[in-house]
């Protein structure tokens, strides 16, 4: 029996607007994926080039064509929501912030996007040009308890010796759709082998977060492109990063913390970060990688 393909829900405003779509209303509920095909296809979408190629690589990909993926637009978060309680379930949500001709969209964004994560047990990419001010609102206490299950990336971003934004979303759709357990970076296939650490291919995001891009990239290729447990560890000893900790007070903290004093550091032990991954979880040292200091 087919398994029934996975939903992508595209939010943004600045999809090209034409005469004929206009007309034939095709901006008032969930663009298809045929009509979003021929707004890739026929129309300049000037700042949006970036967005624009993602939509052609989604839907002329092999499990697109195969009908494994299923593409939607939407203007507005709004629009969204209403399909959604209507029964159009969305697997991945590409999530726009910034509505440039509705100012109060925007002021609302992290509202509708609360809700989302709250009704759906969708994946959503926060998708914006304003990626380090938003990075402090999804921060925030109310959506600590969806952390696992959205990731702010930047419009149009190219890290070197990585992936973009873009390309990133499209393997993670893809992988989603196939669960093929491999990802391609820069034209390579990185093979993905099931271990304790990462649940999917597109989890390696965390080890670029907290490692760097390029570092990342250059350890791969030693490890034969291949993502398990023995590599991962590798990996992270191999970067001979560390943080201390401090078991009677229960706190981890970054070594080049402006707190530490030299008292402190007598109370002090070292732990690498394979064993932080260990002894605690990913999801704790890339916190007190962020915030500096975690309190276990």
């Known amino acids: 029996m087919k398994i029934k393909p996975i939903n992508v829900f595209i939010l943004d405003d600045e999809f090209p607007k034409t005469a004929k779509f206009r007309e034939e209303g095709i901006y008032n509920t969930a663009i298809s994926k045929d009509n979003l095909y021929t707004l890739a296809v026929d129309n300049d979408w000037n700042d949006l080039i970036d967005l624009q190629q993602l939509i052609k690589d989604v839907i002329t990909s092999e499990e697109c064509i195969k009908g494994d993926i299923d593409l939607f637009g939407f203007n507005s978060p709004t629009q969204a929501l209403t399909s959604i ?3 159009l379930s969305p697997d991945i949500i590409i999530y726009d912030w910034e509505y440039t001709n509705a100012p109060a969209y925007s002021q609302n964004a ?26 402090k609102i999804l921060n925030e206490k109310k959506f600590y308890n969806f952390i696992n299950r959205f990731q702010l990336f930047l419009k149009g971003h190219k890290i070197k010796s990585s992936f973009s934004s873009e390309e990133f979303i499209l393997q993670y759709i893809i992988s989603t759709a196939t669960n093929s357990g491999n990802i ?5 296939t990185i093979k993905f082998q099931t271990n304790g650490y990462l649940d999917k291919p597109s989890d390696l995001l965390f080890l670029q977060r907290i490692l760097g891009s390029q570092y990342v990239m250059e ?12 590599s991962i560890e590798k990996i992270l000893n ?3 990063q560390f943080l201390f900790i401090n078991r009677n007070k229960g706190y ?24 932080v991954i260990k002894e605690f979880s990913p999801e704790q040292l890339e916190d007190a990688l962020e915030k500096g200091i975690l309190y276990l």
Request: no cysteine; proline share 1%.
């Open 252 to 275: 981890l903290i970054t070594p080049h913390n402006t707190l530490l004093t030299g008292k402190d550091i007598q109370g002090l032990e070292k732990i690498s970060y394979l064993n």
């Open 219 to 230: 350890e791969l290729n030693n490890v034969n492109l291949i993502i398990n447990e023995a």
């Open 238 to 240: 191999d970067s001979e």
């Open 110 to 135: 992290q509202i509708w996007l609360l809700e989302m994560l709250e009704i759906t047990s969708a994946f959503i990419f926060v998708y914006s040009k304003r990626a380090e001010d938003i990075q």
């Open 85 to 87: 309680r209507k029964g």
């Open 184 to 188: 391609k970076i820069n034209g390579l």
